[in-house]
């Protein structure tokens, strides 16, 4: 059975569905049905870089991609702006002025921390039921709400006006995209992204990205274990007849004194995700995500 996760080098122009759809093809023998797989928080189709995908059952674990922070590389030329934010869209505004390097570093101080920001008309954020960006290319008008966002840190990499390349760490729902229009916008210019390239999503390192024809040359060998992807889960092992127990859906006492969401295992094989809450006199393991491949084997 496949399962895991991998860190695909997203090219540019694909849609995040579509790198899902190409990395199921890959792993899917011929004539056998389509593996399942997803991936944990969509890039632009412009961006390029870490977007993970998992497989099999790994795909029950995907909020700890989608609650994760992020780090990206972005370039924005401040001397225009699209509807889209980005140079894929139409040009709505052209700007004349000029910027100078001390003017923008005496401005990213201000974007850093806790902010409220307005996510791009064209995004997959839903408003009534619908995608934004299918609202707005059907020529209706759409209120966008600002939501609250975090951005961590900002570095300033290159800058050779018009063009404003910055290293950004933020939190999961932030739009680098509004980062660049916001801070263009602050300078009395426009700020429409040119290039994107997401470096990190939960602290992973960009030295584990893939790219499709490495994994199409050694697909397994690009695949990281599910217990690897949990590795901010503290790990208890039990005991063979303890473990069935579990994936039987028993909650177990033991003696470890954490609390929290715990991996479990048995025998070296993981059996799933569990809650450890204090009992009357132990600590008490209470089942939370169980997997069936492990229930196959130890049952």
């Known amino acids: 059975m496949i399962s895991g996760v991998l860190f695909l080098d997203k ?3 694909w849609t995040s569905r579509r790198a ?3 990395v199921v093809r890959i792993f899917t023998p011929s004539g056998a049905k389509k593996i399942k797989a997803g991936h944990t928080g969509t890039l632009d189709p412009l961006a390029t870089g870490m977007l993970p995908i998992l497989l099999g059952e790994a795909t029950r674990f995907a909020e700890m991609g989608l609650n994760a922070g ?9 001397s225009f702006q699209t509807d889209s934010l980005d140079c894929e869209g139409e040009v709505n505004a052209r700007f004349e002025g000029v910027v100078e390097e001390k003017q923008l570093n005496d401005l990213l101080d201000q974007f850093v921390g806790e902010q409220q920001q307005v996510p791009p008309l064209f995004s997959a954020i839903r408003v009534d039921g619908k995608r934004a960006h299918e609202i707005a290319r059907s020529g209706k008008s759409v209120e966008m709400k600002a939501r609250r966002v975090t951005v961590y840190d900002i570095g300033l990499i290159r800058f050779d006006f018009p063009l404003v390349t910055l290293r950004v760490n933020c939190s999961k729902g932030t739009y680098i995209r509004s980062l660049a229009r916001d801070i263009g916008s602050r300078l009395g210019m426009g700020g429409c992204v040119t290039a994107l390239r997401r470096l990190s999503t ?8 893939v790219t499709m024809n490495e994994l199409a040359e050694r697909r397994e060998a690009c695949m990281m274990p599910l217990s690897q992807w949990l590795r901010d889960l503290p790990e208890i092992a039990l005991p063979i007849e303890e473990g069935r127990r579990f994936l039987q859906g028993q909650r177990i006492q033991v003696s470890d004194k954490i609390e929290g969401m715990v991996q479990v295992s048995s025998e070296g094989a993981m059996l799933g995700t569990a809650e450890l809450k204090p009992g009357l006199k132990r600590m008490v393991l209470h089942p939370a995500r169980i997997l069936p491949s492990a229930q196959e084997k130890l049952l």
Not at 70 to 78: A, I, N, P, S
């Open 11 to 13: 090219p540019p122009g």
């Open 202 to 209: 939960g602290g992973w390192h960009e030295s584990l990205m």
């Open 20 to 22: 899902v759809n190409e």
């Open 70 to 78: 992020k780090c990206y590389e972005v370039t924005f030329d401040l």
